[in-house]
């Protein structure tokens, strides 16, 4: 499979009054054409900085990129001027957030900011782009587009601005969306909506995505393979039925049984891992998940652990895995939960390796 994104050890911090914070601690993954990843983690883990930062869209300063590379298509993004990214965030990755007040220009029709990149990235001419607007927005659930067309962010609802965002970012059929929590605030069906709808671009437009989420039922729904972070790092990493039907770190066991799914109603069941994350300003040495993990070892408070293979496509950063560690088992809620979750889902088809 070719890559279409692969991001090498990086590094980013911000500096505030309290010290550096160091938000992304050498994270690494890639992302295959027309592949979708999930990034997983509790608040504060680091998804969306490690997105924005591939977009080159953390404040800088505070923040800083120490170290790293982001290679997309090709060419590392680290070392592009801001006027070469402008050009690529409008064209080849467009992204999603959490608040589309941040991406929609309030001062500017949203008819024309989708017209926008139509007319300049795709050629289109003024006539056709206006069409394809209001498709686009008709697409996205709007309804009236052709009313809509010619309305300003601030006319439009919570929702439907979320939408009019999702809009523009697929105008130019970008190689990769960037998805941060963009179905949160949206209720559930046209939550669904939206997701058909990115699935069906991905299908057409072999678009990459990379998506970030606390739902699970979308992770099973719209992911390939799953990156779960915390405290700045990438902790386990795999495909969809690995990190669900095989996780091996604590972490991540913590996580599934804390994580809701929109599509089950288990919510009451749901655990949230005890304890806190650490403080970034001041990351522990060892594993950083140490003091709130109930099977850590003497080792894990003092050395970091590697990166574990389990298969081609699966590692989790844990001593646990070490050939010498004692075998431990997810405890019993956490086995319950992914017991349930496999029968909400399709069984995987999962090849293990001789044990
Ligand atoms: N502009 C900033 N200045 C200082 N610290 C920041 C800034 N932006 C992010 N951080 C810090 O970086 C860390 C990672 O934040 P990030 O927003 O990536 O978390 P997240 O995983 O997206 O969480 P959530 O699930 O709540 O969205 C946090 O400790 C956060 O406080
Ligand atoms: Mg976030």
Redesign the pocket.
């Known amino acids: 499979m070719e890559k279409l994104l692969e991001v090498k050890n990086l590094e980013v911090s ?3 009054y309290g010290g550096e ?1 160091q ?2 601690r050498g994270v690494s993954f890639h992302v295959n054409k027309g592949e979708t990843l999930a990034i997983v ?10 997105s ?1 930062t591939i977009m080159r869209l ?2 800088t300063p ?2 800083k990129i120490k170290n790293g590379q982001i290679i997309f298509d090709g060419e590392d993004l680290v070392k592009k001027t801001d006027k070469e990214m402008e050009q690529i965030r409008g064209k080849d990755i467009g992204m999603i957030f ?1 608040d589309p007040m941040t991406s929609l220009n309030p001062t500017m029709k949203v008819g024309k900011q989708i017209m926008e990149v139509l007319t300049k990235h795709q050629k289109m001419d003024k006539s056709a782009a206006k069409e394809r607007a209001i498709e686009l927005l008709r697409l996205v659930g709007i309804p009236m587009p052709e009313k809509r067309v010619n309305q300003y962010p601030h006319e439009f609802s919570g929702g439907m601005r979320q939408r009019a965002m999702i809009a523009v970012a697929l105008a130019s059929n970008p190689k990769l969306l960037i998805a ?2 963009p179905t949160t605030a949206l209720d559930v069906t046209i939550q669904a909506q939206i997701l058909e709808l990115m699935k069906d671009l991905q299908k057409k437009m072999g678009t990459s995505i990379i998506f ?1 989420t ?1 739902d699970l039922g979308v992770v099973a729904n719209m992911a390939d393979r799953v990156a779960v ?1 915390y405290a ?1 790092k990438i902790v386990e990493m795999g495909t969809v039925d690995e990190i669900f039907y095989d996780p091996r770190h604590p972490y991540t066991w913590g996580l599934l049984a804390s994580m809701p799914s929109l599509d089950s109603d288990d919510k009451k069941e749901l655990a949230a891992i005890p304890g806190s994350p650490p403080d ?1 300003t001041n990351p522990p040495k060892g594993d950083a998940f140490a003091p709130r993990n109930p099977y850590a070892m003497k080792i894990d408070f003092e050395l970091e652990p590697p990166m574990f293979k389990i298969s081609d496509t699966h590692y989790a950063a844990t001593w646990l895995l070490h050939p010498d560690a004692p075998k431990v088992e997810p405890p019993e809620a956490v086995k319950k939960r992914l017991r349930k979750l496999s029968s909400n889902y399709p069984q995987p088809i999962i090849v293990k390796e001789s044990e």
């Open positions: 911000f500096q505030t914070v938000a992304v983690g509790e608040s504060g883990s680091g998804k969306s900085v490690t924005q953390i404040p505070p923040g959490q941060d929590e970030i606390h972070m700045g970034l």
